[in-house]
């Protein structure tokens, strides 16, 4: 019987990506040492069985991570994966049948050029325990199991929030905090910071063209803050949301119209209970300044649905080009915000209040 070994218990992410040469990789893959060609017999498979357990009791270490043997066709010149035999089966087996005859087909097959995020997706969908791993000529290569996949959905979720934050998606800080030093926490965010600094200064201009506007109305320095916070909000929930379904796989492609049509009616209703809420504060604060507790609530309704608007349409289409949607970082969407809320009021202000 021709049986492959392959010693060690798992292979770390930079490891697999020199062995087997590929980049986007879980983070930890079990060799697959577990599998025997289909033409091996049920005691063929049982007396390997044998000498992995006289193999653990000689090393201290323990092999018998799965509970099924996976089946591979050696005849074509590589270990082709055809599918899977249970502990089981091989116990129900006749001594001399042949593994072919007793083998299932696997419930999932991942691919070593899967996303990480989509081989979670997949496995959530079908909700398997062991997955195998096969490379571009379906050779077995490897096993995934649940405490790996537990152990990735953490990386990944702490990579997500990382980036959505505004810090570099690095994996060493993903990993650990106090296990980072200084200065890769510093390179991490200062380019967001730097580039957030830049993109604010356009609220400056908007504020410099409408200076004498808003000297002659001082109201609308008072709640531009309280404009531009609701509207970062209100846009950070929306693309919290978004993000989320993206990366459970019930937001897609087919149905972005639908998530658009419906954020959309709720950032009208939102808006409005925002705008009347603003204009009750506004009033009395100003000490019954209609129109200008109008002007603001109308600026809150407006810059409300913009930045909902904003927080649906901008991980969709990042999502459409390939690209992460967390890389729609909150801090960029809310500068953003910011920016089209300064505009939006000075407008309005400009039309009804001079």
Request: aromatic letters at 6%; one cysteine or more; glycine letters at 8%.
């Amino acid at each position: 019987m021709d049986v492959k070994m392959v010693r060690g218990m798992k292979l770390q992410r930079d490891q697999i990506s020199s062995v087997l040469g590929f980049a986007a990789v879980p983070a930890e893959l079990y060799p697959a040492y577990h599998h025997q060609n289909l033409d091996n017999s049920r005691n063929e498979c049982v007396d390997f069985l044998g000498r992995l357990r006289e193999m653990e009791s000689r090393d201290g270490k323990s092999f018998s991570i799965l509970d099924r043997l996976f089946v591979v066709d050696q005849l074509v010149g590589r270990e082709k994966l055809v599918g899977y035999v249970t502990m089981l089966d091989l116990l129900l087996a006749k001594p001399d049948e042949f593994v072919e005859n007793v083998s299932r087909t696997n419930e999932l097959v991942l691919s070593i050029d899967d996303d990480m995020e989509h081989v979670l997706r997949k496995l959530r969908r079908d909700n398997v325990l062991i997955a195998p791993v096969v490379d571009v000529e379906e050779k077995l290569v490897g096993v995934l199991t649940a405490s790996d996949m537990i152990r990735e959905l953490e990386f990944e979720a702490t990579d997500d929030l990382l980036r959505y934050g505004g810090v570099g998606g690095d994996e060493e800080t993903a990993e650990s905090y106090f296990g980072t030093s200084i200065r890769k926490l510093f390179l991490g965010r200062i380019t967001w910071l730097v580039g957030l600094l830049m993109l604010q200064s356009l609220s400056s201009i908007v504020l410099g063209r409408y200076q004498s506007l808003i000297e002659a109305n001082v109201v609308l320095a008072l709640f531009l803050t309280m404009l531009t916070g609701t509207g970062g909000n209100a846009g950070n929930q929306s693309s919290a949301l978004i993000i989320r379904g993206l990366a459970t796989g019930e937001i897609r492609r087919e149905n972005y119209s639908r998530v658009v049509m419906k954020e959309i009616a709720v950032g009208i209703s939102l808006s409005f209970v925002l705008a009347i809420v603003s204009f009750g504060r506004v009033y009395l604060t100003t000490g019954s300044n209609v129109l200008s507790s109008f002007t603001v609530s109308i600026a809150v309704l407006l810059t409300t649905v913009f930045a909902i608007l904003g927080g649906t349409v901008a991980p969709m289409l990042l999502e459409r080009v390939g690209v992460d949607p967390c890389n729609c970082a909150s801090p960029a969407l809310a500068t953003l915000t910011d920016v089209g809320g300064v505009l939006i009021l000075c407008s309005l202000a400009s039309i009804l209040l001079r």
